[in-house]
T-cell receptor, first 116, second 113 residues
Framework: GAVVSQHPSWVICKSGTSVKIECRSL??????MFWYRQFPKQSLMLMAT?????????EQGVEKDKFLINHASLTLSTLTVTSAHPEDSSFYIC????????????FGPGTRLTVT | QKEVEQDPGPLSVPEGAIVSLNCTYS??????FMWYRQYSRKGPELLMY????GNKEDGRFTAQVDKSSKYISLFIRDSQPSDSATYLC?????????????FGSGTRLSIRP
């Protein structure tokens, strides 16, 4: 089956620093990757959609200068949280898709970010 | 009003019981309806999907969609402790995997041995 990995699985950083999260599709080429954010006991909220080689499309209310997304290849997308604040602490999940029906979106295991 | 409403639970049932999980939605454009299972600190995994109205069965799991009522359900028969997880309903109007998926808030399910 399709496998998506994320690295790191958890990270702690200090306020004001930046942290990068990687999302990789291991056995397929992902034309589209999605980044979600999930707070405890809440749903997944889509942050942005990225297509390989083009700029990401951000959802309303998501600061594109704060959450930098790069989809440099068909197997790798990165999310960089810049000038992190404690309120950015959350569970970040990516998913990858390769143009098939909408239910064929494969999720990574998530990255837990804690900003101190 | 949220586009997708789901009772967060928690829901606790004894092993072997039939579990019923439900969601309501407001956007009549939704065409694909999915159920995901999410274990603690893990990403969601797709359990079942249904296109438009109707029922779909896969082993112990049955998904139902009633578009006229904007109501979807997931039934789990002969529930097992390993079914303990958070179940997320999700839906999308789109036809490709680049379509935005809207998730419910998830129902935490616990199966007691």
């Amino acid at each position: 089956g399709a496998v998506v990995s994320q690295h790191p699985s958890w990270v702690i950083c200090k306020s004001g620093t930046s942290v990068k999260i990687e999302c990789r599709s291991l056995d397929f080429q992902a034309t589209t990757m999605f980044w979600y954010r999930q707070f405890p006991k809440q749903s997944l909220m889509l942050m942005a959609t990225s297509n390989e080689g083009s700029k990401a499309t951000y959802e309303q209310g998501v600061e594109k200068d704060k959450f930098l997304i790069n989809h440099a290849s068909l197997t790798l997308s990165t999310l960089t949280v810049t000038s992190a604040h404690p309120e950015d602490s959350s569970f970040y999940i990516c998913s990858a898709a390769h143009g098939r029906p909408p239910y064929e979106q494969y999720f990574g295991p998530g990255t837990r970010l804690t900003v101190t | 009003q949220k586009e997708v409403e789901q009772d967060p639970g928690p829901l606790s049932v004894p092993e072997g019981a039939i579990v019923s999980l439900n969601c309501t939605y407001s956007n009549s454009a939704f065409q694909y309806f999915m159920w995901y299972r999410q274990y603690s600190r893990k990403g969601p995994e797709l359990l079942m999907y249904t296109y438009s109205s109707g029922n779909k069965e896969d082993g112990r799991f049955t998904a139902q969609v009633d578009k006229s009522s904007k109501y979807i359900s997931l039934f789990i028969r002969d529930s097992q402790p390993s079914d303990s997880a958070t179940y997320l309903c999700a839906m999308t109007p789109g036809y490709s995997s680049a379509s935005k998926i809207i998730f419910g808030s998830g129902t935490r399910l616990s199966i007691r041995p």
